[in-house]
């Protein structure tokens, strides 16, 4: 089983509609837990990191599973500049490990 | 903005010549690190470094070395660059505290813009 996996995509959305991604993780040792963003050609940028009690920023909300190992990012009322590929990461402190899911991309469609 | 640039943010070459690469920070941070992002792969660590003239290896680091002999620059060197080379390299740092201790790293990574680099 891969350490992080998500489900590469591509979702296509209409704005203004709703969308979830969820991430899966093997190593019951992982601690923190981030979602980033990556526009087409440029660096992975940091969205928001992701808590054990849920988290909300603006449309995004973020929610963990430690029982089930997922991770899941909600968007709300997407917008166009939305489209983008969504990186899952986990960190693994024990092991001195960061590990970057292949992402999923997302197209939001006028 | 985490103060990173990367330098040369394209290049061409060919197969079998060195190629260096050079990241660049701004802010005193003690933790950077190489990576290299291809299709299907995502991203994956080469080196990284956790302090001047500290530095280890990552998952992918055949064919790579680097050096730190100051804080805010990191080198990637391509000894004997080669076509499976041709990737795109993004430079991190990180905010993990020194303390190393696993209940207190935090790891937020922040990358630099990236560098195109093509091994024909």
């Known amino acids: 089983r891969k350490e992080v996996e998500q489900d590469p995509g591509p979702f296509n959305v209409p704005e203004g509609a709703t969308v979830a991604f969820n991430c899966t993780y093997s190593?019951?040792?992982?601690?923190?837990f981030f979602w980033y963003r990556q526009d087409c050609r440029k660096e992975p940028k940091l969205l928001m990191s992701?808590?054990?009690s849920g988290n909300e920023d603006g449309r995004f909300t973020a929610q963990l599973n430690r029982a089930s190992q997922y991770i899941s990012l909600l968007i709300r009322d997407s917008k166009l500049s939305d489209s983008a590929t969504y990186l899952c990461?986990?960190?693994?402190?024990?092991?001195?490990?960061?590990?970057f899911g292949k992402g999923t991309r997302l197209h939001i469609l006028p | 903005d985490a103060g990173i640039t990367q330098s040369p943010r394209h290049k061409v070459t060919e197969t079998g010549t060195p190629v260096t690469l050079r990241c660049h920070q701004t802010?005193?941070?003690?933790?950077m690190y190489w990576y290299r992002q291809d299709p299907g792969h995502g991203l994956r660590l080469i080196h990284y470094s956790y302090g001047v003239k500290d530095t280890d290896k990552g998952e992918v680091s055949d064919g790579y070395s680097v050096s730190r002999s100051k804080t805010e620059d990191f080198l990637l060197t391509l000894e004997s660059a080669t076509s499976s080379q041709t990737s795109v390299y993004f430079c991190?740092?990180?905010?993990?505290?020194?303390?190393?201790?696993?209940?207190?790293?935090?790891?937020?990574?922040?990358f630099g813009p990236g560098t195109r680099l093509t091994v024909l």
């Open positions: 991190a740092i990180s905010l993990k505290l020194p303390s190393m201790t696993a209940s207190r790293s935090t790891d937020t990574q922040y």
């Open positions: 990461v986990v960190n693994i402190p024990r092991d001195d490990k960061i590990i």
């Open positions: 802010e005193n941070h003690r933790y």
């Open positions: 190593n019951s040792a992982s601690q923190s």
């Open positions: 992701v808590y054990s």
